[in-house]
């Protein structure tokens, strides 16, 4: 841990998230009013995050800036820094381990297995198992050496006004895009309805995966990968000035994904030994032997 690291690890900030959003009604308590949802919901997003969490958003406020997107943008989606294959890139993002207990921590890879065994149990279509197998692996990128505030957090546009629905919003007053003449304005240096495709979003894991793997998967999973962590837009419904009628449709993924993310968690091992031959498989289906990372 350090000033740019304040979490034990990136899963802490995924921890923070299940509290902000506790799991939904049970089927029993489904038949209760709305309103009773959006209370609890409403009252958990007040609550503090522990303190490490906290410094981890003030830190991703602060920092993510037009010209740091830009620069990180330049950076990495050239592609040029590795090439492997998809299960290769699994083992990388294993080394990566969280600082506060490795013993009882279950390994990245048991994580990717947990969220894409939820929904093979579900029996949704091949391509959605892959995606959540693989939705995470831009984590890389902390192997890489970027600090977790430019890996993980919830994502959001820069070069417009910060909703005031994320997650600490009053830490964006340190932001140098702030009172920016134009960054600062509703739908800032976009055009209304512009589509996400033109925004640009603050760097992270998903933007980065979906640059690796966007042409060999469905529109569907692209946008699952792309914008997993725009919790103000999938669970808040902030941003819709940007949204494109496609975007509106593809959100309906992006939310029907976001169940297998935060809670697939458990801490049953799965067996990654008799799981490998069918991932190994379903990956092969998809992607080549080898992409560019
Ligand atoms: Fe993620």
């Known amino acids: 841990m350090d000033e740019q690291n304040p979490m034990s690890g990136p899963d802490q900030w995924e921890s923070d998230l299940s509290r902000r959003y506790p799991a939904a009604r049970t089927e029993a308590a489904a038949d209760h009013s709305e309103a009773d949802h959006s209370e609890r919901a409403f009252r958990n997003h007040e609550a503090e995050a522990r303190p490490s969490v906290k410094a981890f958003y ?15 943008r330049d950076e990495f989606l050239s592609l040029d820094r590795q090439r492997m294959g998809i299960w290769e890139a699994m083992e990388f993002l294993n080394t990566l381990v969280d600082d506060s207990d490795p013993d009882t921590e279950l390994s990245q890879i048991e994580h990717l297995l947990q969220a894409a065994e939820a929904i093979r149990a579900d029996g949704h279509p091949r391509w959605f198992i892959l995606t959540g197998l693989i939705h995470d692996l831009g984590k ?3 192997l890489f050496g970027e600090p977790q505030w430019a890996v993980v957090g919830d994502t959001f546009p820069v070069g417009c006004a910060f909703s005031s629905s994320i997650v600490y919003h ?21 055009e209304p309805q512009a589509g996400l495709d033109h925004v640009m979003m603050s760097w992270g894991h998903d933007e980065y995966l979906y640059h690796v793997t966007k042409t060999y998967l ?4 692209q946008y699952m990968i792309r914008y997993h962590s725009f919790y103000p837009g999938h669970r808040e419904n902030a941003y819709q000035h940007l949204f494109s009628d496609q975007d509106r449709r593809l959100f309906q993924w992006v939310r029907k994904f976001n169940p297998y993310d ?16 069918f991932y190994r498989e379903l990956i092969d289906e998809f992607f080549p032997p080898e992409l560019a990372w």
Do not use: M
């Open 58 to 72: 003030r830190l991703n406020h602060q920092y993510q800036t037009v010209d740091f997107v830009r620069r990180k």
């Open 262 to 277: 935060l809670y697939s968690k458990s801490d049953a091992r799965p067996d990654v030994e008799s799981l490998k031959p």
């Open 140 to 142: 890389i990128l902390c």
């Open 170 to 190: 009053d830490f964006f007053r340190l932001n140098s895009d702030w009172d920016h003449p134009v960054y600062s304005t509703q739908s800032g240096i976009y």
């Open 218 to 221: 469905p529109p569907e999973a």
